[in-house]
């Protein structure tokens, strides 16, 4: 099932597939491309989604569409016209640093639309452990933990080592020069001597969130 807009055909069979709606990639499409998916969407009652919107496609997008609903720190845009899943379970999202916000943002508000209550433990990194150790009770009872970091990476490592549940590490672009974009604390990560540690790619908090919700789906599943 898809909807011919000539620069775009929307997965609408992706709902059903996936157990969530297409979800529109905003850097590199212009906001009138961004609208045209999204009011196929609401056309096929579905909600829509974008990631990665700047304050100034928002703008735009928002002129056409202002039932929708903007979530600058997560970069996110919505316009739904169906009630989201209700949440349950638990997934955790821990931030290394508040530089990290933006990518750990990304992830909290995916599991949440896929229906994930989510927790969040934002700057917690490692210079400073004692912030992480203070809030151990927090993994207490979740099916899934995204980790989010910058730097060296060596966050997810910490929390591998202190619970038992699946750790999803999300590396981010955040870093001085020898962290080379990102790269240095992606290989960090996938160096990980801490056992049921997985990584996606850098900055990449979506695909952090919906592995996350996968796994929270699986866990309360009768």
Known sequence: MDDDLHFAKPDLDRLRRKGLSEVIYGAGKTAEQIV???????????????????????????????????????????C?????????????VVCAGTSDLPV???????????????????????????R????????QGANAIVVVAGMEGALPSVVGGLTDVPVIACPTSIGYGASFGGIAALLGMLNSCAAGVTVVNID?????????AQINRLAIRP
């Not at 056409?64 to 919505?78: D, F, G, M, N, V």
């Not at 943002?105 to 990194?125: F, I, N, P, S, W």
């Not at 992480?132 to 993994?139: G, W």
């Not at 990449?204 to 996350?212: E, H």
């Open 80 to 92: 739904d016209v169906t009630p989201l899943p209700e949440e349950k379970g638990k997934v955790v």
């Open 204 to 212: 990449n908090g979506f695909g952090a969130g919906v592995a996350a």
């Open 36 to 78: 045209g998916i999204m009011r196929a969407l609401n056309a096929a009652g579905q909600n829509a989604f974008a990631t990665r919107i700047t304050p100034e496609q928002a703008l735009d997008i928002l002129r056409a569409l202002p039932q929708a609903c903007y979530l600058k720190e997560a970069r996110i845009l919505t």
């Open 104 to 130: 750990a943002e990304e992830a909290a508000v995916t599991a949440q639309r896929m229906g994930a209550k989510v927790v969040r433990l934002y700057d917690v990194g490692v210079a400073g452990l004692h």
């Open 132 to 139: 992480l150790t203070s809030r151990v009770d927090t993994f």
